[in-house]
């Protein structure tokens, strides 16, 4: 069965012990990766002690630490430019420390210079919650980036010297890479490609350097703005037994313009997503993110009513689904 995992920091506290009271086990951790200056190697972020801690706080409250959803610096890696292979070195002690400490998936990501990108967080959608969206016409006209135009192909050359040097250290950890696709899935925005923007281009990952440790993280709001039937890719995907990670979450409208939406309000029939799960037989974490704003919370609360709204949404559902008769 599909495990329902929160990412949220270990510290005691209201909103964790709300997480366990609606009866979570697992955790997803964005443990802070920026390095230490001058640091010896196990006071960095990414060392067997820096992750054992994490490990145990998040046990000593009664969860199960899953998923390392953050990365080191890799810009260079992504880029292809000096330095790039210190930083890759970085990304196999993290792999290899990750194994020794037991924890299975790294979330990363392939978002050179731009990341994650919005237009808005205002926008007004049920009962006038808040949510965020982004309009590529809005930024029409901004000027390319300081690296002028970064090609496709430039690209996947970067990622595939990136996955030929860290998939074998994963594979030997015992350690799952979860590729999080572009947010959004969008290319080229102002002059930089994003390839991990399209369901044929993360086949085209998976073939890329084929190994059971090179997977995906499967974020539905993402790949519901690149496929119009989401269960059929879950299937497609999963019955290759390459999906990692799950973001269960949901969207309206298209890459170039959309919203976020509650879990029960989107444009994806997540019952559905759900069966294709259970169908390829996926034992892996989801979480819920992007909650809407609700009353008077901002989005930086950690104490957030649409996080329980999608725990208790997205918990039914699963009850609902795993006991239909087959």
């Known amino acids: 069965m599909i495990k329902l995992a929160i990412c949220m920091p270990p510290q005691s506290g209201l909103p964790l012990t709300l997480m366990k009271q609606c009866g979570i086990e697992y955790a997803v951790g964005g443990i802070p990766m920026a390095p230490v200056p001058d640091g010896d190697e196990s006071e960095q972020p990414w060392s067997v002690r820096s992750l054992e801690k994490a490990r145990k706080d998040y046990q000593s409250n009664g969860l199960t630490l899953s998923v390392i959803e953050s990365r080191p610096p890799m810009e260079k890696i992504k880029l292809g430019l000096p330095g790039r292979d210190e930083e890759i070195d970085v990304v196999r002690s993290l792999l290899k420390n990750m194994g020794a400490t037991g924890i299975p998936v790294w979330c990363s990501m392939w978002m050179p210079i731009l990341g994650v990108m919005r237009t ?7 009962g006038g919650a ?22 496709e192909e430039s690209q996947w050359a970067n990622l595939k010297y990136f996955l030929e040097s860290v998939v074998p250290v994963a594979e030997e950890a015992g350690v799952k890479m979860a590729m999080h696709p572009d947010d959004p899935p969008l290319s080229p925005v102002r002059g930089v490609a994003r390839i991990m923007s ?10 890329l350097v084929p190994s059971p440790a090179n997977g995906i993280g499967l974020c539905q709001g993402n790949f519901a703005l690149m496929t119009d039937d989401l269960p059929s890719v879950i299937r ?3 019955r290759q037994d390459r999906i990692h990670f799950v973001h269960f979450r949901d969207v309206r409208g298209k890459p170039e313009k959309f919203e976020e939406s509650f879990h029960d309000d989107g444009q994806t029939d997540l019952a559905e997503c759900m069966r294709a799960y259970r169908d390829v037989g996926y034992e892996g974490v989801c979480r819920p993110d992007h909650y809407p704003q609700m009353g008077d919370e901002s989005y930086k609360d950690e104490l957030r009513i649409a996080r329980l709204f999608a725990i208790g949404y997205v918990k039914g559902l699963r009850e609902a689904v795993y006991s239909e008769p087959r």
Request: proline share 2%.
């Open 120 to 126: 808005t967080r205002s926008i007004q959608t049920r």
């Open 236 to 238: 497609h995907f999963g």
């Open 198 to 207: 399209s369901v044929e281009n993360y086949q085209r990952l998976i073939d």
């Open 130 to 151: 808040k949510v965020s969206g982004f309009d590529h016409s809005e930024m029409a006209n901004e000027p390319l980036t300081e690296h002028g135009t970064v090609d």
